[in-house]
Structure formats: structure tokens, C-alpha cells
Antibody
């Protein structure tokens, strides 16, 4: 069974950093691209970043480019999102998702609140 | 970026009804269109991929169709457990989601 389990969220002040992790199991992690998708409270879904199966290629939405870094450790079957210079508009639930069909499996999400 | 417009934003229907949800892209997305179901407090779940392919484990009452810029999700016989928000999503270019259709039971 495919499982994606996010961790690392919480309350953070504007301008500070936070790193999210996503532990994957139930499939060959190194065979799949992965992504982060976020959802602000009571809002729709927004793609954030994608990384290729081997980590050689990364893609970001414009609003996070230069502030967020997506990475992966295939030996640990873990996906990461390093978020720097956080803003109030980054407040959202962040979902880890597999780029299968794409976005065929999702984690349960982790809440990130950016507030002073 | 490609804009995805869903209609209606809220749909109220009775159990057993045939329900159609619409999604319109701002340009041709070559059938690279997925549909997701999100129940309250849960993560999204993939229902349909690439316009008309049913994801494993999804009931056959769900189906998808469309081409070019216009796509639909149909539920052939609405069930109480189908209450949710439905999002369309295009992956023809930089990924974008629609704003969702909230489906309610009358």
C-alpha cells in the first residue's frame, strides 16, 4: 500500500525558515517524480514544486522560486521542502504527492502557519 | 499559466441523480486533465486521469470525458458518500487546478 507521511509543520514567524519532510513507503520511491501541493485555509489547491525521480530536475511556481527548495533522498525514500523567507501567504496545508498519473497518491498533509 | 474554470461552484442534487461537473481550460490541454475528490478534512483522491481513465479502486459510477478546452466529470447515480469538493487539474503545462465544485445532497 502506498503511504506518504508528512512532518515538520507548525507555527513560524514571517521571514523565518521551515523544512518539511515526507516519508514514502509501499512503492519504489526512486522510480517516481514527486511534488508538493498546498491548500490555504478554505481555498483551492496550488502546485508548489516538483522534482524528478533522480533529483536532477526541479520546478517551482513563480511565487516560491528562490525561497523554496525541493529535494529528495532516495536511499531514505524521503522528500523534502526547505522553505525560507516565509510569508503570511505561504500559510497552508502542504501535501506531498507522487507524480504518477500525476498526483495519484497524496499524504495526509501538514499545516504551516506563518504568523507573528 | 493555463487557467481552469469549474462550474458550477456549488451543486445540489438528490441521491440517485445523474450529476455533471464542468471544467474549462483557457487553452487546449490535449486531454491532460485529471479529476480529484476531496472530502472535508481529507487529502484529495484521484478519480480520473487523462480525461477518461478511471483510477484503480474508484467506483464505475464516475466517468470523465472531453477534449480541447472542455471537460466533464459525470456521476451516473449520486450516492451520499459522494458529498465532497471536486477539483479538475491540468498537466499539459505548468500544473494548475480549478477552483472546485462543492457537491451537496438535497
Amino acid at each position: 500500500e502506498v503511504q506518504l507521511v508528512e512532518s515538520g509543520g507548525g507555527l513560524v514567524q514571517p521571514g523565518r525558515s521551515m523544512k518539511l519532510s515526507c516519508a514514502a513507503s509501499g512503492f519504489t520511491f526512486s522510480n517516481y517524480g514527486m511534488a508538493w501541493v498546498r491548500q490555504a485555509p478554505t481555498k483551492g489547491l496550488e502546485w508548489v514544486a516538483t522534482i524528478s525521480y533522480d533529483g536532477s530536475s526541479t520546478y517551482y511556481r513563480d511565487s516560491v522560486k528562490g525561497r523554496f527548495t525541493i529535494s529528495r533522498d532516495n536511499a531514505k525514500s524521503t522528500l523534502y521542502l526547505q522553505m525560507n523567507s516565509l510569508r503570511s501567504e505561504d500559510t497552508a496545508t502542504y501535501y506531498c504527492t507522487r507524480w504518477g498519473r500525476p498526483f495519484d497518491y497524496w499524504g495526509q498533509g501538514v499545516m504551516v502557519t506563518v504568523s507573528s | 499559466d493555463i487557467q481552469m474554470t469549474q462550474s458550477p461552484s456549488v451543486l445540489s442534487a438528490s441521491v440517485g441523480d445523474r450529476v455533471t461537473l464542468n471544467c474549462k481550460a483557457s487553452q487546449n490541454i490535449n486531454k491532460y486533465l485529471n479529476w480529484y475528490q476531496q472530502k472535508l478534512g481529507e487529502a484529495p483522491k484521484l478519480l480520473i486521469y487523462n480525461t477518461n481513465n478511471l483510477q484503480t479502486g474508484i467506483p464505475s459510477r464516475f466517468s470523465g470525458s472531453g477534449s480541447g478546452t472542455d471537460y466533464t466529470l459525470t456521476i451516473s447515480s449520486l450516492q451520499p458518500e459522494d458529498v465532497a469538493t471536486y477539483f479538475c487539474f491540468q498537466h499539459n503545462s505548468w500544473p494548475t487546478f480549478g477552483s472546485g465544485t462543492k457537491l451537496e445532497i438535497k
